[in-house]
């Protein structure tokens, strides 16, 4: 049932672009406006939000550290994320006027629920992101939007977080739509870029040769760091919880401005840097990172760079270098994610780990 796989983990990695096409299939009615159907919350009550916030754990609560760059900029609604059992524990401000959004691949984390029914008493409307049909959290919520992965059995996510992230983008594009936005005209072009996502999801995944022989040369390395910043910035803490979880490394992901404010003094000879670089554009983000990863290989990182098909930029910084096709930035992390679920895939491997059943976890997370 691994489908030839090792692991049900790399299997699932390789289903991502199948998976993301699903979550986005029949999202356009006959005048390519987005339909939302199963948000059974009207147009008038969508306008009436004055915030969203959005409760989730681990690579769930990642995926909303993503959705919140493309939610504030679509909609320039105040977006909140919130890890839910930091959320449970103090008296957050939600009112009948806030969104609440939950993100849960299991629909059965027990944090997340108790979220769901503290915002619901709050007089919140609470729409679910799950992925599990007939699961507890969608079941009490007041709508959901499911991913379409299809089962997740390795216990680490990968497919849940790309098409956690695809449903949070449609949820943000269909308020912006909705709310009529300054940004609502730009709706079917956004959409019109997430279609061609899967295409590009396979590309990365068809390129993986150069990502297993780097796996081979790092995989006795003690410590890894990831740096990214905007919507690069989850992308670093979610490849860094993919190497603890599965391979057990010590790996942390900053967000590659906050360097100087201590994380840097990490930085010794050898020490293995992964940085995500945003497309080159308009704003000066591609620069910032670029100077951020001469600061790291000024002092003896050795820097595994991702970053966009002709960035020639960057290839000077770059010990390794792994291009991703072409995206926007907001789009980018549904591609810059997959390389490092890879690299944690083969590091975990050649370590001999059970990458399905990595020791102390659970696929959901059922208690406290
Ligand atoms: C990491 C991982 C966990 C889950 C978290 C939430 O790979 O799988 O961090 O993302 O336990 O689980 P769900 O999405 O089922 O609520």
Known sequence: EKGGYDWFMRKEIYEQPQAV????????????????????????????????????????????????????HWTRIPC??????????????????????????????????????????????????????GSTIPRE????????????IGVA??????????????????????????????VATVMAEMETMPAKIQEVLDGTDALLALARDLHQTESVLFLGRHAGYP?????????????????EGFPAGELKHGPIALVEEGIPVFVVVPPQGRDQLHDKVISNIQEVRARGAHTIVLAEEGDEEVRPYADRLISLPRA?????????????????????????HDVDQPRNLAKSVTVE
């Open 80 to 133: 909140e994320v919130e890890i839910a059992s930091e959320f449970r524990y103090r008296d957050p401000i939600v009112t009948s006027r806030t969104l609440v959004v939950t993100i849960s691949q299991s629909g059965e984390t027990a944090d997340t629920l108790m979220a769901v029914r503290y915002a619901r008493e709050q007089g919140a409307k609470v729409i679910a992101i799950c992925n599990t049909n």
């Open 328 to 352: 926007s930035t907001l789009l980018q992390p549904l591609l810059a994610t997959v390389p490092l679920q890879i690299f944690a895939c083969e590091v975990a491997t050649l370590l001999g």
């Open 21 to 72: 096409a699903d979550t986005l299939l029949g999202r356009f009615d006959s005048d390519r406006r987005l339909t939302l159907d199963e948000i059974r919350i009207s147009a008038s009550e969508l306008r009436t939000i004055d915030k969203v916030v959005i409760v989730a754990c681990g690579t769930a609560y990642y995926a909303g550290l993503v959705a919140k760059y493309a939610i504030e």
């Open 235 to 251: 992308v670093a803490l979610e490849g860094a919880l993919k190497l603890k979880e599965i391979a057990y490394l010590h790996a």
């Open 157 to 186: 996510s990968t497919k849940g977080f790309l098409t956690q992230v695809t449903a949070c983008y449609l949820l943000g594009l269909f308020l912006a739509q909705e709310r009529g936005t300054k940004f609502g005209d730009e």
């Open 141 to 152: 919520s007041d709508a959901v939007i499911y991913t379409h992965a299809g089962p997740e």
